[in-house]
């Protein structure tokens, strides 16, 4: 009798994958986007910095490089390893979250960073990473019952609020609302329903003139200047109204590289981090930006067909959690400086002067690049292969 031949697993579906065949799964495309994006960053910072290399554009080339040193390793790490550290990742920005509380960096008002000598790391920027991680282990292999139930929601809300108030606590509005939208987006993205975020809305519609009271006198400020920045405009509303006057002088084509006055004679301020795309679309007009934005959707677009791409669970949620953060970025960030939301402080991705900014999102374009080429790997619950 002649018995069945035993199943070959093609190389995409093996449960074990080699180096090399990780390697030859790498979505360089993805990399070529990023890439392109922060070459943007560097000449703006080079033309912000009245073409020198210092202060800024050096260091973030420096920061760049050792980034997608990062991403590439993170990228060829299994991706069930990160599912089974997830919480653990997630226990260590809350602990140093908590540790900005105790002995934090104070710049600017706010008390958001802890030095570490050569770099000032800000641990919100980690926890909107490690919230994703966590988010996405707990919500994987639950079924469509488990995640129906109100009771199986509660833990992951305490995930998300708990470093959300302690970051509002900084304070920093635009991050901890970052936390809590690309939150979400997962929770959306896992199966709850869409009454319960109508529940949440209404509720936190609600809650708006409780929470009124609660704000920092400059954050009302900011509200109040963005409903009439005609109100101040040499005190709470200069920052808009200089951002407005830069953007409409850009034109269609932009002043010209190095051209910008507006940022040339230092009437723009924070012009190498918030502001920074206004400098750039004064300096290159409508038609720069059209295409700074076009180069973002394309990396969403990556970032979205490989969480569609994605067998398993994990992988499929930590990808459009990650892509979604991105998204959250960009759009705040432009947004912020046409003055069509508030002036809150998030800065343009991959663009904008800042450290741990970039390094986080890098590592976790890594994690989208680590579903990318595990995304054939069955998981289950636990965080092994089912096969």
Known sequence: MLRPMPRMPSRLNRTE?????????????????LTAIAGVGF??????????????????????????????????????????????????AMVLLIAVEVKGTIGMGAQRWISLGFIQLQPSEIMKIALILSL??????????????????????????????LVLKQPDLGTALMLVMSSGAL???????????????GATLA?????????REYQKKRVLTFLNPETDPLGAGYHITQSKIALGSGGMFGKGYMM????????????????????????????????????????????YAIAMRCRNQFGRLVAHGVTTIFFLYFFINTAMVMGMLPVVGVPLPLISYGGTAMLSLLFGWGLVMSAYIHRDVPISRRGISDE
């Open 187 to 201: 929770f959306f993205m896992a199966g709850v329903r869409v009454w319960k975020f109508v529940v949440v809305i």
């Open 136 to 165: 996405a282990r707990y919500f994987h292999g639950a079924s469509w019952q488990e995640v129906g139930r109100p009771l199986f929601l509660i833990v992951p809300l305490l995930m998300v609020f708990a470093p959300a108030l």
């Open 17 to 33: 994958m080699s180096l090399r065949d990780k390697i030859w799964q790498i979505n360089w495309s993805l990399i070529a986007v």
């Open 260 to 303: 910008g006055t507006q940022s040339r004679l230092n009437f723009l301020p924070e012009k190498q981090t918030d502001f920074i795309f206004t400098m750039f679309a004064e300096e290159w007009g409508m038609m720069g930006g059209l295409v700074l934005l076009g180069l973002y959707a394309l990396l969403l677009a990556f970032g």
């Open 207 to 215: 809650a708006l003139p409780v929470a009124w009271q609660f704000l």
């Open 43 to 92: 000449a703006t910072l080079y033309s912000a910095a009245q073409g020198s290399l210092e202060p800024w554009a050096l260091k973030q080339i420096v920061r760049f490089a050792v980034g997608i040193g990062v991403m590439i390793t993170v990228a060829l790490i299994d991706l069930r390893f990160w599912m089974r550290n997830a919480y653990i990742l997630y226990a260590i």
